[in-house]
């Protein structure tokens, strides 16, 4: 494939990720009620009537408690799954990396009706709670979680734990002292993603909670539903920004400690990269 060719593949990919963002955003600050071209004009009102609209402000509350307890539970979670799958000899590895796996393909409509009859069967008084919303919440994280901890537990020497075991370490010392810090980076994007899928979860959120204390992804749904003004897609808007801003500061402070450094990559060997490569 040519340099052109490989330029244009990559500029209509870019258009059709940004494009719907961009809409969304645009349609944020326009005076148009219904935008169906170039706006007319340019206002901040529909940005003030989201962040003043009380149901977003009770979801936005709800909806960080349900990911930071669900990314908590799920990071822990998956680290000691994902050690234990890719670290340690475990009957039937290949059908619990499945089994893992697995949530990703059913359908998060039915995951959500599942965690309905089972709240309203057994445990009722988990439904409509922050803990009951965050405990289904964990379902659709681990998968994402053992994934990302596990690519990165399988780049690593192991020999550097095992040493640390022949030298006196206990298991868990070998682990928090030898292989968690080798992981951070995998560790850090882990949490990141599960926070943000926690916070953007819609499918199954609206099955588990009241429409008078839901997450805002539903509350945006719900107001969509009575209203279609330019109201959700501030919100949205705001989401997105949120979103770029949180990953982005997390991007950069990971790379100011040196997370996202290649292993064994010094200051040192870097001229000789650079020599390497063709003129």
Known sequence: MSVWLRRIFLFVVAVFILAPLVVVLVASV??????????????MHWLAEALSYPQF???????????????ACSVVLGTAAAYALYRLEVPGTRLLRTLFIAPLSMPRVVSGFCFFVLFASLVPAAYGTVGGVAFAHVL????????????????????LEEAARDLGASAFTAFRRVTL??????????????????????????????????????????????????????????????????????????????????PGSTAANQPERKEEQPA
């Open 30 to 43: 326009s005076t148009d009620e219904v935008l169906s071209g170039l706006p007319s004009g340019f206002t």
């Open 57 to 71: 402000q009770v979801g936005f509350q709800y909806s960080v408690q349900v990911a930071a307890i669900a990314t």
């Open 140 to 159: 659709i994280l681990l998968p994402f979680v053992v994934s990302l901890v596990g690519a990165g537990l399988a780049t690593l020497d192991s020999s």
């Open 181 to 262: 810090p080798q992981i951070r980076a995998s560790l850090l994007i882990a949490t990141v993603f599960a926070f943000l899928t926690s916070f953007d979860e819609v499918d199954l959120s609206v099955f588990l909670m009241p429409a008078d204390t839901t997450t805002l992804p539903v509350a945006i749904f719900l107001r969509l539903q009575q209203n279609q003004d330019p109201t959700t897609s501030a919100v949205s808007s705001l989401m997105i920004v949120g979103s770029l801003l949180l990953t982005g500061l997390v991007a950069l402070a990971g790379r100011k400690a040196g997370l996202f450094a290649a």
